[in-house]
């Protein structure tokens, strides 16, 4: 059981390009959600998904893309990446419910530079 | 958005001392968690409180949801090395769900020797 794995662990572009953010969990979870860790500001979220086929915006969407084809992936798309992207990222998963099992659990991040 | 305002923004205790940090709001919550990040790794949850007036320990943590519904806090007592890093406060609102958790601005937390 690997949890929550990310990659990759580092990346670094240049203005303008594209790249994908891969997420996978291997719990079965229904929920995933992508994150953004800056200085200073903590976690904020970018995108979830309930369930495959459906994904929604969260508080900071704008210049990213996903999609939940599967229960297990959910990867985050920079169409044109800008300097104002570069940050941590984060994908965590959980299952509906309000006990302690049903929390989200969070993968290793990947840190992510653009030039 | 939804804010946490968590603090303090860092503290730098000696070994053994008992540490206190604590997160508000001016919404309210129906949940309460704590997480712990370490250096190049992503949150681990600490501990969880669903009910106001809850108290749970794991541990030397202990944490408490306030009766207004509206803050938490976490002890550490007897602090150790291993305890630095950062440690988030994280809401899910009312009507909300678990994956779409507000957050703290963190607690950076080092312990001298």
């Known amino acids: 059981n690997a949890g929550v794995t990310q990659t990759p662990k580092f990346q670094v572009l240049k203005t303008g390009q594209s790249m994908t953010l891969q997420c996978a969990q291997d719990?079965?979870?229904?929920?995933m959600s992508w994150y953004r860790q800056d200085p200073g500001m903590g976690l904020r979220l970018i995108h979830y998904?309930?369930?495959?086929?459906?994904?929604d915006q969260g508080e900071v969407p704008n210049g990213y893309n996903v999609s939940r084809s599967t229960t297990e992936d959910f990867p985050l798309r920079l169409l044109s990446a800008a300097p104002s992207q570069t940050s941590v990222y984060f994908c965590?998963?959980?299952?509906?419910?309000?006990?302690?099992?049903?929390?989200?659990?969070f993968g290793p991040g990947t840190r992510l530079t653009v030039l | 958005g939804q804010q946490l305002n968590q603090s303090p923004q860092s503290m730098f205790i000696q070994e053994g001392e008992d540490v206190s940090m604590n997160c508000t709001s001016s919404?309210?919550?129906?949940?309460w968690l704590w997480y712990k990040q370490d250096p190049g790794e992503g949150p681990v949850l600490l501990i969880a409180?669903?009910?106001?007036?809850e108290l749970t320990s794991n541990g030397r943590l202990t944490a408490q949801f306030g009766i207004t519904r509206k803050d938490s806090f976490l002890n550490i007592s007897a602090s150790i090395p291993s305890d630095v890093g950062i440690y988030f406060c994280?809401?899910?609102?009312?009507?909300?769900?678990?994956?779409?958790?507000?957050f703290g601005k963190g607690t950076l937390l080092t312990v001298n020797p």
């Open positions: 965590a998963s959980s299952n509906p419910g309000t006990s302690v099992t049903d929390t989200q659990y």
């Open positions: 719990m079965n979870h229904e929920y």
């Open positions: 998904s309930v369930g495959a086929g459906i994904t």
């Open positions: 919404s309210i919550f129906n949940t």
């Open positions: 409180l669903y009910k106001a007036g």
């Open positions: 994280a809401g899910q609102l009312v009507g909300g769900s678990n994956y779409k958790l507000t």
